[in-house]
């Protein structure tokens, strides 16, 4: 499995059903929003307005499940491995496929993933380290009827390896940048006992610091907070990948 | 003449009438367009498309003329110098006030000026020069009725300085970053004796080399060449001065 085609038509096909973090070294990963067309404008300023969280790659035409410009010829309706399914608020099913879902209106927004990044840290000398999906008490700025709070990953890491991660991830803006905090998890209102999704940390072991940044997961958070009426989405760790390189899409 | 704030009073209140180009070093300074809310969403993924054009500072809410995050208690109606006025693709009017032409349904987008990153270039070495606002044959990206040909800025300078310049405004991504061409005119379909706006040039002076920058006119291009049924813009170079301070916009 070497390419982003080859790795989105086993998707497609069913051959592929797990994550995709740590794979496929090299290109942009993405996380997914799908919203009927009357939602979609308010997302977008939402999306302007937390750019950190939700640095938005693609905004597709209303109706058509191809991302022409970062991923052409793929089906965002099929290509992941896996979607998550908000009614309301809640989340009603995550399903392989979205081909029974998919409305004439419907408008895809691929935001850039953290996971488009792990690779570059690990080349950079920092050690791959679990991630996980986290509460904050951390407002985002609202837009129309799209509000709630700030969602982020954590790794836990060396001082020396935070200086690095910082520096590093700066340089990759449209996959969620530089960490928003590093530190004290209270400060943010996070709960390491109480991820989202990941294995609970107990205690920060005495030489490692956590370093948390924005995540992609915000969408998912604000669609159960904002009882959107219907969205779809990526579920967390089962990422679209793009056909774009991370490394030409990343600043000096 | 020290602040934004009094910047933007002295436009509002008809004592400042001129250009910004090279004045209030420091501030973020942003073009302007205002469109009823119908044709917002379109422009939003005009922007999303076109990020080194259409680099999206702020979105106002509906109606409200207030930039909220970019210059609260700024009034976009009265606080530029001079806007232009189209009405299905023709430039109908300049004025000084737009308070007349606000729909309670107006969106206003403020979009990252290269006039910002004037003052950085100076203080690199680089000398200021004229700058002149050109048509280019390259397309932007369409989304739904907004299409038309990218507008260019253009400084001449020695290629020592176009090195410096280039690394320099790559680190304005929200005001529009690095040039997007360097060299030879014609290779993407620039006549530099009929600029839009500025001085023409009938020579390149042999020790010089034409820099250009993706310009913020694009939208006002766009407009004319869509027939955009009622669009208003800045007048080029009287721009809009935010509170953000330039070097706390732009990347390491």
Chains 1, 2 share one sequence.
């Not at 896996?82 to 009614?87: F, G, M």
């Not at 000398?125 to 009827?145: F, N």
């Not at 370093?211 to 997961?217: I, P, R, T």
Request: glycine letters at 8%; charged letters at 20%.
């Amino acid at each position: 499995m070497t390419t982003a085609t080859e790795a989105r038509l086993a998707m497609r096909g069913g051959e592929w059903t797990g994550m995709t973090t740590f794979k496929l070294p090299g290109w942009v990963q993405c996380n997914l929003v799908v919203l009927p067309k009357v939602d979609a404008y308010d997302f977008l300023v939402f999306c302007q307005r937390n750019p950190k969280a939700c640095p938005v790659i693609e905004v597709t035409d209303p109706g058509n499940p191809e991302p022409r410009f970062s991923a052409p010829g793929a089906d965002l309706r099929t290509d992941l491995a896996r979607y998550a399914v908000y009614r309301k608020g809640v989340l009603t099913e995550e399903v392989e496929d979205i081909k029974p879902l998919w409305q004439e209106d419907s408008v895809a927004f691929l935001i850039g993933s953290s996971l488009t990044f792990d690779f570059a840290l690990e080349r950079a000398g920092v050690p791959m380290s679990q991630v996980r999906v986290l509460d904050t008490t951390i407002p985002t700025i609202p837009a129309g009827k799209f509000s709630g709070p700030l969602v982020v990953t954590v790794r836990l890491m060396t001082p020396a390896h935070a200086i690095i991660a910082t520096q590093l991830t700066a340089r990759f803006p449209f996959n969620h940048g530089a960490p928003i905090h590093i530190g004290d998890p209270g400060a943010i209102g996070v709960d390491l006992q109480r991820p989202l999704s990941g294995v609970p940390v107990t205690s920060v072991p005495p030489e490692l610091v956590p370093v948390f940044w924005a995540c992609g997961v915000t969408p998912q958070r604000v669609a159960m907070i904002s009882k959107i009426d219907f969205m779809i989405t990526h579920v967390s760790g089962y990422a679209f990948i793009t056909d774009l390189k991370a490394d030409q899409f990343c600043t000096p």
